[in-house]
């Protein structure tokens, strides 16, 4: 394990070690954190493009990669309180942060979303992002979580959807193919995103896929736009901040995952 890797780690244990106290660290800071703006030197006009951010409504800006780091905006927590978040989660609201970045979208265009994470790795999130925005690498959509209901993820139960949202954070068990699991996935931390769901679907070994509409992308050998493959732009630049890719498990794989410590 690499020191810059160690340190992150550290850093995201004690943030949920500090989750024991969810009585004083469940709401966000009062004085938001410094931005880790990675945008041009130049300043952009903003296009009239709207927004896909939900959270801020942030104008796209189309010149160069804009992102930054904020402080868990208090409407945003008690909008998770309940919802994404609820007391007993393995981390507090005050250790997440709320990242703003620019994506290229499906088509070229530049969108613009949200993402939540653990604040001990925002700004080497951030840092992929930029990696992936320099790349142009597409995605669908970023935006937050939605509410997890168990309900929805019935064993062996099949959906039809195109939906295909980048996330990250939401206080949730793990959840495979074949329903959820007892243990607190590595969302439920902040310290794992799903990028491109559809195109980069979770597979069991005897080809199980829950959304029929993922079908086309479990072959892995095809070049469709939004999908991950082994050594490309995307698992490089997870791998260069130590993340792990679900796509290298033994067994199933889950080719939307990345995550820290590999599940």
């Known amino acids: 394990m690499s020191g ?25 800071p009062a004085t938001p954190r410094a931005e880790g703006s ?14 896909t951010d939900p959270v801020g409504m942030e104008p796209v800006e189309r010149s160069g990669f804009h992102g930054k780091i904020d402080a868990l905006p208090t409407a945003l927590a008690a909008q998770m309180r309940g919802a994404t978040w609820h007391p ?5 609201l005050d250790g997440l942060s709320l990242l703003h970045f620019n994506y290229w979208g499906f088509g070229g265009n530049v969108l613009r979303g949200p993402m939540v994470v653990n604040a001990a790795v925002a700004e080497d999130v951030l840092g992929v992002f930029h990696k ?25 139960r099949r959906i039809d959807s195109n939906r295909s949202v980048t ?9 495979t193919a074949t329903g959820p699991g007892d243990d607190f996935s590595q969302h439920a931390y902040g310290l794992a995103i799903d990028l491109n769901p559809l195109q980069n679907p979770y597979v069991t070994t005897d ?57």
């Open 207 to 263: 080809g199980f896929v829950r959304n029929r509409a993922a079908e086309p992308y479990t072959v892995r050998s095809r070049k469709l736009e939004g999908m991950v493959h082994e050594g490309d732009v995307v698992v490089r630049s997870f791998a260069a901040i130590g993340w792990e890719w679900g796509g290298n498990w033994s067994g199933d794989k889950d080719y939307m995952h990345f995550s820290l410590l590999g599940r």
């Open 38 to 51: 990675t945008g041009s030197p130049s300043s952009p006009t903003p296009t009239a493009e709207p927004s």
């Open 132 to 156: 992936l925005y320099d790349a142009r690498f597409p995605i669908k959509r970023v935006s937050l979580s939605t509410p997890f209901h168990p309900k929805a993820f019935a064993q062996h």
């Open 88 to 92: 007993g989660c393995p981390v507090p």
């Open 4 to 28: 810059t890797r160690s340190l992150v780690l550290a850093a995201a244990l004690a943030t949920t070690l500090a989750a024991c106290g969810l009585s004083a660290g469940d709401g966000p």
């Open 167 to 175: 996330a990250s954070f939401n206080c949730r068990p793990v959840v």
